[in-house]
């Protein structure tokens, strides 16, 4: 399964609500994680399943999503949230999207 | 607490071969399964492999025929070898605890530079 994330570079303003887009080529059945990678760190797992909150991750992170598309959402923006974001099904196979990367504005 | 760590050469000759060695603390490599990821510089990460908690291996079809995953429990090691390296092969290579959603710890990485 390849993993479509959208838009590949975003601006927003602390406060913001952003959405983040991952499209599967094929049905994911809701086996999808997301993670955020903030410069030269490893990625964090943020969200699986779809829409379980990590344990310690803040709660402004949501996911949602079904069968080919998911979202991230990030309810209010803050500065540490600056990062890349990346989605990861674990369906048929295990893959990663492409990323998208979140600056201030 | 959950750790990993790999460790290995950061440069290799094109056409030699990678090995990288993922030490644990924290977990039993018999209760989680350990994955391989990479990622090249700027771009999204790629699976590689997993060796499984009960010691059976999976690989990335794209990388099957140049990859070998194995562990040593009484050490708590991970290992990784790749044969044939390019170019493109270079990148951060990380080793990660899995769960069944997903890997939840990742090590620090180690950056891989192939060239002559």
């Known amino acids: 399964i390849q993993l479509t994330q959208s838009p590949s570079l975003l601006s927003a303003s602390v406060g913001d609500r952003v959405t983040l887009s991952c499209k599967g080529s094929?049905?994911?059945?809701?086996?999808l994680a997301w993670y955020q990678q903030k410069l030269g760190e490893a990625p964090k797992l943020l969200i699986y399943n779809t829409n379980s909150l990590q344990t310690g991750i803040p709660s402004r992170f949501s996911g949602s999503g079904s069968g080919t598309d998911y979202t991230l959402t990030i309810s209010s923006l803050q500065p540490e949230d600056v990062a890349t974001y990346f989605c990861?099904?674990?369906?048929?196979?295990?893959?990663f999207g492409g990323g998208t990367k979140l600056e201030l504005k | 607490q959950v750790q990993l760590k790999e460790s290995g050469p950061g440069l290799v000759q094109p056409s030699e071969t990678l090995s990288l060695t993922c030490t644990v603390s924290?977990?039993?490599?018999?209760?989680?399964?350990v994955s391989w990821v990479r990622q090249p510089s700027g771009k999204g990460p790629e699976w590689m492999g997993r060796m499984w908690y009960d010691g059976d291996t999976a690989y990335n079809s794209a990388l099957k025929s140049r990859l070998s995953i194995s562990r040593d429990t009484s050490k708590n090691q991970v290992f990784l070898k790749m044969n044939s390296l390019q170019t493109d092969d270079t990148g951060t290579y990380y080793c990660t605890r899995d769960r069944t959603e997903g890997p939840d710890y990742w090590g620090q990485g180690v950056m891989v530079t192939v060239s002559s």
């Open positions: 924290g977990f039993s490599l018999t209760s989680y399964s």
């Open positions: 094929q049905n994911i059945n809701n086996y």
């Open positions: 990861y099904q674990y369906n048929n196979g295990w893959t």
